[in-house]
């Protein structure tokens, strides 16, 4: 590699250092340099690319931290580049799932659980009250007495105050993101969100050739120190968060952190998405809190999706949108499918209306509540062998760390072959991050309990053997 080629932009607002970085990254992911390629002194390529030594120093450090190179006291900086290979969280699930494989690996509930008797007779009264207009084209934006009785919903259970007006109806929350990335990005334009964090949603935003700017998580939520610093370089256009049971980690944001963010959103301009799938599953009496409830300058996009909760086949959530951002948002709607299921909207609607939705939560809190307890109960004996974890006390996984020295990939790929289907963490970090390998998701959602014990017991002797 010609480094005295390397271009940095010292108009741009992205840092020289990250500039420098990413070039340097580049060169290695595409085998320009290869693995073990001793990287030039810091001060000869500073004068190379007339930057400071700083510059420099900050690049390599970084590319170190991210797994790309290593330092050897008195010799310098060498090419290592990171060997996990990269799966998608989309399609692994479908693809890897063997016969009689314990899943692990699906937040999405059981078939058995499904309330298929409730939902049939409110299919059947829709359609033999609304007979072919069940069939027709809504408005792009929904039913609108589903919108009115969301709108209600919130009110009631999450403290969101908003008008049927701002929700819009949409094929599940990846919709709702892809809808969201079409409406406020364009090419160049910055999104910030956690690490590790959702992959199909970073996905989304670079599909629009935006650039991810990643932030650490607290016990309380984002990093907002840092956050903050490289909101102030970056500018970003969105700022992407899960506050409640944040996958995969599972933490729950502090109302502290959350007040902070929409601070930060009005001064450094920018919107807050908030995406919500399963807040409802508190087992607790304390519910989370909701960014979008504390939103008193229509801050933030809100995203709810059914598909944890009732019956993924349905392809059914719903946007609270910013009154600035209602055209566009209606018109990319349009553009994507003209309009979503009116009978599944209707049909929604009188699930509500008819408390069919209330008796439904209730019934699967109880059943998730019982796998959580379960699972937790297991866990404990993982411990010994240095595995740890926090006590979510809701939604549907654990974020467990392994012990050092110990690959979740490997353990992903020795636990398949024995049967059982996890969630390495290589999924849900960047390439660069230096604890992609260093974690585990598990959810007990499609599991009854002998599966949850036995499950356990294989991940266990799977560790044995990795610790072996």
């Keep these: 590699m010609n480094f005295v080629s390397i271009q940095?932009?010292?108009?741009?607002?992205?840092?020289?250092y990250l500039q420098l970085f990413s070039k340097i990254k580049e060169a290695i992911l595409s085998d320009e340099l290869i693995i073990g390629y001793r990287l030039p002194a810091i001060r000869r390529l500073a004068k190379d690319l007339s930057v400071n030594n700083v510059t420099v120093i900050n690049a390599y450090k970084q590319l170190e931290s991210s797994g790309y190179v290593t330092s050897k006291k008195g010799s310098g900086f060498y090419v290592t580049k990171p060997n996990t290979p990269e799966i998608s969280l989309m399609t692994l699930p479908p693809t890897t799932i063997k016969e009689n494989c314990i899943n692990f690996s699906s937040a999405s509930p059981h078939p058995a659980i499904f309330p298929t008797d409730s939902f049939k007779y409110?299919?059947?009264?829709?359609?033999?009250?609304?007979?072919?207009?069940?069939?027709?084209?809504?408005?792009?934006?929904?039913?609108?007495p589903l919108r009115e009785i969301l709108a209600e919903y919130l009110e009631k259970t999450h403290h969101i105050h908003t008008s049927p007006s701002h929700i819009q109806i949409v094929s599940g929350a990846q919709q709702g993101i892809d809808i969201i990335a079409k409406s406020c990005l364009n090419a160049g334009d910055y999104v910030v969100t956690e690490t590790p964090t959702y992959n199909g949603a970073t996905d989304a935003f670079k599909s629009r050739s935006s650039r991810i700017?990643?932030?650490?998580?607290t016990p309380f939520g984002i990093d907002l120190i840092e956050f903050e610093k490289k909101v102030n370089v970056c500018k970003p256009k969105l700022v992407y968060v899960m506050t409640k049971f944040q996958n995969p980690t599972t933490l729950c944001y502090a109302p502290h952190t959350l007040k902070q963010l929409?601070?930060?959103?009005?001064?450094?301009?920018?919107?807050?998405?908030?995406?919500?799938?399963?807040?409802?599953?508190?087992?607790?009496?304390?519910?989370?809190?909701?960014?979008?409830?504390?939103?008193?300058?229509?801050?933030?996009?809100?995203?709810?999706?059914?598909?944890?909760?009732?019956?993924?086949?349905?392809?059914?959530?719903?946007?609270?949108?910013?009154?600035?951002?209602?055209?566009?948002?209606?018109?990319?709607?349009?553009?994507?499918?003209?309009?979503?299921?009116?009978?599944?909207?209707?049909?929604?609607?009188?699930?509500?209306?008819?408390?069919?939705?209330?008796?439904h939560l209730s019934y699967m809190k109880a059943i998730y509540s019982g796998k959580y307890e379960l699972m937790l109960s297991q866990l404990e004996n993982l411990k010994a062998l240095g595995v740890t974890f926090n006590i979510p006390n809701g939604g549907l996984c654990f974020w467990l760390k392994l012990p050092k020295g110990l690959s979740a990939y490997k353990l992903y790929e020795r636990c398949l072959e024995s049967g059982l289907l996890i969630l390495p963490s290589t999924l849900f970090y960047s390439t660069m991050h230096k604890e992609r390998d260093h974690y585990i998701r598990l959810s007990f959602a499609p599991c009854d309990a002998k599966e949850i014990v036995e499950g356990i017991a294989i991940l266990e002797k799977c560790i044995k053997k990795g610790l072996s």
């Design 8 to 16: 940095l932009d010292s108009s741009s607002n992205e840092p020289l």
């Design 262 to 359: 929409l601070i930060l959103a009005e001064k450094y301009n920018f919107y807050l998405v908030e995406d919500d799938s399963t807040s409802e599953l508190s087992y607790t009496d304390r519910a989370p809190y909701s960014l979008k409830a504390f939103d008193t300058q229509d801050r933030v996009i809100y995203i709810k999706s059914f598909s944890k909760l009732l019956m993924p086949g349905l392809r059914i959530g719903f946007l609270v949108i910013p009154d600035a951002l209602l055209d566009r948002f209606t018109k990319t709607k349009q553009m994507t499918d003209i309009a979503s299921s009116g009978l599944i909207h209707r049909s929604l609607d009188l699930f509500f209306r008819t408390h069919k939705w209330e008796e």
């Design 122 to 144: 409110c299919l059947d009264e829709v359609i033999d009250r609304d007979k072919g207009f069940a069939f027709g084209y809504q408005e792009a934006n929904g039913f609108m």
């Design 213 to 217: 700017v990643t932030v650490e998580l």
